[in-house]
């Protein structure tokens, strides 16, 4: 049974930086691609970062390209995403999530319902 779970998220001023982590039990992450999303109050679920560990490549989405950093540790099997120089409009419930089928870098913005499997989310307030 695959399990994700998030941790890391807090309340931190503009500009500063947050490490959100992604424990995943029930599959390897050698072979399985995981991807980030973040939803805001009232807004839908849009994807953020992925990582592809069998062939080494990560994508970011345009809003967070050169201030957040995705990364693996095998030996732990967790998926890190660095967040620096944090902006209001990062504030949201962050959750990882994989799938089977999921391969990061295919064509096209990765979306919600393409993946099975979710974390619980962990919140990130940013305060301007």
């Known amino acids: 049974q695959v399990q994700l779970v998030e941790s890391g998220g807090e309340l931190v001023q503009s500009g500063g930086s947050l490490r959100l982590s992604c424990k995943a039990s029930?599959?390897?992450?050698?072979?399985?691609?995981i991807a980030w999303f973040r939803q805001a109050p009232g807004k839908e679920r849009v994807w953020v970062s992925c990582?592809?560990?069998?062939?080494?490549?990560?994508f970011y989405a345009d809003a967070v390209k050169g201030r957040f950093t995705i990364s693996t540790d095998i030996v732990n099997n967790t998926v890190y995403v660095q967040m620096n120089n944090l902006k209001a409009e990062d504030t949201g419930l962050y959750y990882c999530?994989?799938?089977?089928?999921?391969?990061?870098?295919?064509?096209?913005?990765?979306?919600?319902?393409?993946?099975?499997?979710w974390g619980q989310g962990t919140q990130v307030t940013v305060s301007s």
């Open positions: 029930g599959l390897n992450l050698d072979s399985n691609d």
């Open positions: 990582i592809s560990n069998s062939d080494d490549r990560t």
């Open positions: 999530a994989t799938d089977t089928y999921f391969y990061c870098g295919t064509t096209g913005v990765p979306q919600p319902g393409w993946f099975e499997n």
